[in-house]
């Protein structure tokens, strides 16, 4: 049997809700051996030209974190450049632990305003990513923590979420309370079927278009559901979930021999010094910073509080500590906390709460902040690479880099690879950005010897 063919140009498109999740579709895409670029905002025909080859492009988002008024305001013009691209397949992508509520980062209402402009016969919705240890069974999603794989509404992390607690772990439901478009599930009795999911498909789209969730437990299901979703795209669907629509996908390709097998990654190189800032308060990222402390890092504690009251001040004096560390032949991570029980967290909250602020503006100052700080330091100093850990942090903080792209350079954990990043103006820069709740102990270390294939655990 011959092997399929791809159509040619471009394959698919993608919004993510913020820019890290972004960041891993694109990641996933180009070292799964389809080219793909990530721009940070609606990109201009000039910018779309600087990347001819790319078959998949994708914009960077902070929908996350924001109301559905925000979204009423912004999206709507995001999904119009997304359908104006012309690919078959558009993936609102989202975080694979589904962070989301009817007040903030509403997947739900995203998915409302998006379907009208960029939707078809049904929304295939797809969180699950085994490669991650993140799985759906029987419609409930499952995520793991350390050693262990918890259902979502016990997670130990994601029960107790700051903003978006995870109460209900049965995907569609907790959809439901968000779109006013109907939800079921195809599950991996009907997905495993002879016929793949397609009786079950057609039984649902008799009502009409439906958020349909597939579930996903290892990758024979991943390559299952990339088969649905692509043989039932019609003229164009709207997908929605995480970077595991894109495994999906490319497990699906690869069986049909429409792709090869992956092209072998490969190290930057290694640097001898780095510009790291944090804005994260996860107990992974603190791990990381301990790690960092012991490891060839100086550390710059920066005053959340302070930079409220103070912003011009808090930035010019970590500044200043950050270039002192960097004088010693050190590298630089700038932190706003050192994990969930740092003092620095208490302190920030009785200020946001004596100013009158928004948590949100206050959380994007913040991100700002360091994105201010980062830029003043490749300024002074010619460094090259750097990382920005943080979902909500690396939206914010990479504005203020004068960053338009990124493309993917170096792999390290799904999901956090080493990019360049292209600038406004100025010469491209090597940036990996970084979920909280992502990486290893040494994750600072590794972007620092240039990332590249190992054996780890996520």
Known sequence: MSAARLPD???????????TGSAAVMEVLSFGGIEAVLFLDVPTPEQLAAFPHARAIGI????????????????????????GLGTALTHYKVCSTLDSSPEI???????????????????????????????????HLFASSGDRVFRLDRHPVMARHPVTPMHESDVARHLALQSSIPTACIDMTALRAADGGDAALAQMLRTGPA????????????ARAGRLIWEHRGDRLLAVGSQGVQYALLAYWRSIGAIGEPPAASSAGAVSQILAVSGSVSPTTAEQIDWSAANGFGLVALDAARLLASPEAEIERATAAARRALSSGLSALIH???????????????????????????????????????????SATGLGRA????GDTSGHASQQLGVYALTALAPTIPGAALCTAHRHRGS??????????????DYFGWIRDGGGPRNTTI
Request: charge should be negative; aromatic fraction near 6%.
């Open 105 to 139: 980062g509403s997947i739900g209402h995203a998915v409302d305003l998006a379907a009208p402009l960029l939707g078809g016969s049904w929304i295939p919705t797809l969180l699950a990513a085994p490669v991650m240890r993140r799985y759906q069974a029987f419609g």
């Open 387 to 390: 990382v920005i850990s943080g």
């Open 60 to 83: 960077a988002g902070i929908a996350r974190s924001e109301t559905p008024a925000w979204m009423d305001r912004h999206l709507p013009a995001i999904f119009a450049a997304l359908a």
């Open 428 to 441: 491209p820069i090597e940036l990996a950005l970084k979920g909280g709740q992502m990486g290893t102990p």
């Open 211 to 222: 958020i349909v969730t597939l579930d996903g437990i290892d990758e024979a299901d991943m």
């Open 336 to 378: 706003s906390a050192r994990g969930p029980d740092d003092p620095a967290i208490a302190a920030f909250r009785e200020a946001v709460a004596r100013s009158g602020m928004a948590v949100a503006s206050a959380n994007a100052r913040i991100g700002a902040g360091l994105g201010q700080i980062l830029r003043h330091l490749l």
């Open 9 to 19: 140009g471009r394959l698919l498109s993608w919004y993510g809700d913020d820019y």
